[in-house]
């Protein structure tokens, strides 16, 4: 139990355009989804925290409008990259928790972006 | 602001030797620990949280301790196997309606067959 998705696993798109990353808690409702970005050979860096149904807490240094981020349902997160640039190349991945055994963070696979 | 620190950033071991992993942090004021494993390109898996309260979990080869008071937690794994190659990050979580994560930047280990 306790399944985390993400899609897609993999994704290359054009410096100015945009790419949606989907989250999904597969066999458990996610009051809570976090996104995070990791660097090669660096820690996870929290980038927001989304709640069902209210806008999302960015962390301090993230442009929200550029890291579009909609937790519309208990199930599906979304974080849209807006105007990509290759500096915005990275490793994004996010992860959910519920409620009781699923109280703590459940991770999902992770999706690789490259900007070129 | 909490920093969660892990030494050695990688390890080579030969095959069935014991590894020890190191994580620190500088605010002992923490609701739990968490270590995670993570492989080339994928997502995290949990091995092993333990709460504040407690000293030490333990699961199958993994054993991980923890000092609060002092700011540190160790991950042993006895006989390592070469799929045990992996990094190994700690994340420490601040209190109880806080879910945040703070992560290490983790251990990359090899162990050699």
């Known amino acids: 139990g306790a399944v985390v998705s993400q899609h897609p696993s993999w994704v290359i798109c054009k410096s100015g355009t945009s790419v949606k990353i989907e989250c999904r808690s597969l066999?458990?409702?996610?009051?809570?989804m976090f996104w995070y970005r990791q660097f090669p050979k660096q820690s996870l860096m929290l980038m927001a925290t989304?709640?069902?149904?209210?806008?999302?807490?960015?962390e301090q240094g993230v442009e929200k409008d550029k890291f579009l981020i909609n937790h519309a349902s208990l199930t599906l997160s979304t974080l849209t990259v807006t105007s990509a640039h290759p500096e915005d190349s990275s490793f994004y991945i996010c992860?959910?928790?519920?409620?009781?055994?699923?109280?703590?963070?459940?991770f999902g696979p992770g999706t690789r972006l490259t900007v070129t | 602001k909490q920093e969660v620190t892990q030494i050695p950033a990688a390890l080579s071991v030969p095959e069935g030797e014991n590894l020890v992993l190191n994580c620190s942090f500088t605010?002992?004021?923490?609701?739990?620990l968490q270590w995670f494993r993570q492989d080339p390109g994928k997502g995290l898996t949990s091995l092993l949280l333990?709460?504040?309260?407690?000293r030490e979990q333990t699961s199958g080869r993994l054993n991980a301790s923890l000092d609060k008071s002092s700011g540190r937690s160790t991950l042993y794994i006895a006989a390592s196997q070469p799929g045990d190659s992996a990094t190994y990050l700690c994340?420490?979580?601040?209190?109880?309606?806080?879910?945040?994560?703070?992560f290490g930047a983790g251990t990359t280990v090899t162990v050699r067959a």
């Open positions: 333990i709460q504040s309260s407690q």
């Open positions: 989304s709640n069902e149904g209210s806008k999302a807490t960015y």
């Open positions: 066999d458990f409702q996610a009051t809570t």
């Open positions: 605010d002992s004021a923490i609701y739990n």
């Open positions: 992860s959910a928790r519920g409620g009781g055994p699923t109280y703590e963070q459940y």
């Open positions: 994340a420490v979580r601040r209190s109880s309606n806080d879910y945040k994560l703070s």
